[in-house]
């Protein structure tokens, strides 16, 4: 496998008259075991891949050791590679007769900018196929031994990001706490870290300070840190576990058992 620069427009005429194809793949939340087949047999076919900031090296291995690799990273509060660039360079590799696959952290359709990079290449004239990948709401609540609904506690999941596009008025965290109480959902906040301590005041107006909460970190990654705690606590949780991105932040009673454990746990320490 060797990494290099984006495709260059010079590509060769046996390239250029074969059909190129583009393949949106979900490449989970960073566990390698965690992609689906169909996602591995496409990275394996790619003669192009575009890869994600958060898609671990583990993942990109299973590569052809001809493909091309093109970093794209993009990461919440660093500096990124524009999102019309990288548009462009799936462009220009499909036109070139490349097969093409845009390798995206956790699942393309889920925060991950898949649907507009769809919408973008059938503007051109250009098919797009996609393929699921576990996200990492999902995946972290599993690794925690915890559903994401449960007939007893939630009727429901909201997935929701904490990052607004710029300019935009972001999420009414106080409508979303109300309805969240009334129909009984889990809440699942994305990229939630850095405005944790505006979401929790915000979330209060409907919720109760004691509703459980998970901060998991690096979902099922060897790295991966979790803290529970209770809304009123979240951000101070956060700040004194030193917890960062990328983080989800899961809100619901759903967590209660996970909760009494974690509060049981010190209990025993201290009369053992």
Same mark, same amino acid.
């Given at each position: 496998?060797?990494?290099?620069? *984006?495709?260059?427009? !010079?590509?060769?005429?046996?390239?250029?008259?074969? *059909?190129?194809?583009?393949?949106?793949?979900?490449?989970?939340?960073?566990?390698?075991?965690?992609?689906?087949?169909?996602?591995?047999?496409?990275?394996?076919?790619?003669?192009?891949?575009?890869?994600?900031?958060?898609?671990?090296?583990?993942?990109?291995?299973?590569?052809?050791?001809?493909?091309?690799?093109?970093?794209?990273?993009?990461?919440?509060?660093?500096?990124?590679?524009?999102?019309?660039?990288?548009?462009?360079?799936?462009?220009?590799?499909?036109?070139?007769?490349?097969?093409?696959?845009?390798?995206?952290?956790?699942?393309?359709?889920?925060? @991950?900018?898949?649907?507009?990079?769809?919408?973008?290449? /059938?503007?051109?004239?250009?098919?797009?196929?996609?393929? +699921?990948?576990?996200?990492?709401?999902?995946?972290?609540?599993?690794?925690?031994?915890? *559903?994401?609904?449960?007939?007893?506690?939630?009727?429901?999941?909201?997935?929701? !990001? @904490?990052?607004?596009?710029?300019?935009?008025?972001?999420?009414?965290?106080?409508?979303?706490?109300?309805?969240?109480?009334?129909? /009984?959902?889990?809440?699942?906040?994305?990229?939630?870290?850095?405005?944790?301590?505006?979401?929790?005041?915000?979330?209060?107006?409907?919720?109760?300070?004691?509703?459980?909460?998970?901060?998991?970190? +690096?979902?099922?990654? *060897?790295?991966?840190?979790?803290?529970?705690?209770?809304?009123?606590?979240?951000? !101070?949780?956060?700040? /004194?576990?030193?917890?960062?991105?990328?983080?989800?932040?899961?809100? @619901?009673?759903?967590?209660? @058992?996970?909760?009494?454990?974690?509060?049981?746990?010190?209990?025993?320490?201290?009369?053992?």
């Amino acid at each position: 496998m060797t990494t290099t620069q *984006p495709p260059s427009s !010079t590509a060769t005429t046996a390239a250029a008259s074969t *059909p190129g194809t583009c393949t949106l793949v979900g490449a989970g939340p960073g566990d390698p075991e965690l992609l689906t087949i169909k996602a591995l047999k496409a990275i394996q076919s790619a003669t192009v891949l575009l890869v994600d900031d958060l898609v671990s090296d583990a993942i990109v291995a299973h590569a052809a050791p001809s493909a091309r690799v093109v970093y794209v990273g993009k990461r919440g509060g660093c500096k990124s590679t524009p999102q019309a660039f990288i548009e462009k360079l799936m462009l220009t590799a499909v036109r070139e007769g490349e097969q093409v696959v845009r390798l995206k952290g956790g699942d393309p359709f889920i925060f @991950g900018r898949g649907g507009e990079e769809v919408e973008h290449l /059938r503007a051109q004239g250009v098919q797009v196929r996609v393929i +699921n990948g576990i996200t990492a709401g999902l995946a972290g609540m599993t690794a925690l031994g915890v *559903p994401l609904t449960h007939r007893a506690h939630a009727h429901g999941v909201v997935f929701v !990001t @904490g990052h607004a596009k710029p300019g935009a008025a972001g999420t009414d965290w106080r409508q979303l706490a109300a309805t969240a109480r009334d129909a /009984r959902l889990t809440l699942v906040i994305y990229m939630g870290v850095s405005g944790a301590a505006h979401i929790q005041q915000e979330l209060l107006s409907g919720l109760d300070a004691s509703v459980p909460v998970a901060i998991i970190q +690096n979902a099922s990654l *060897p790295t991966q840190r979790h803290a529970v705690t209770t809304l009123g606590a979240l951000h !101070t949780t956060i700040e /004194r576990e030193q917890l960062a991105s990328p983080s989800v932040i899961v809100v @619901g009673d759903v967590l209660q @058992g996970l909760a009494a454990a974690a509060q049981e746990a010190p209990a025993q320490a201290r009369t053992a």
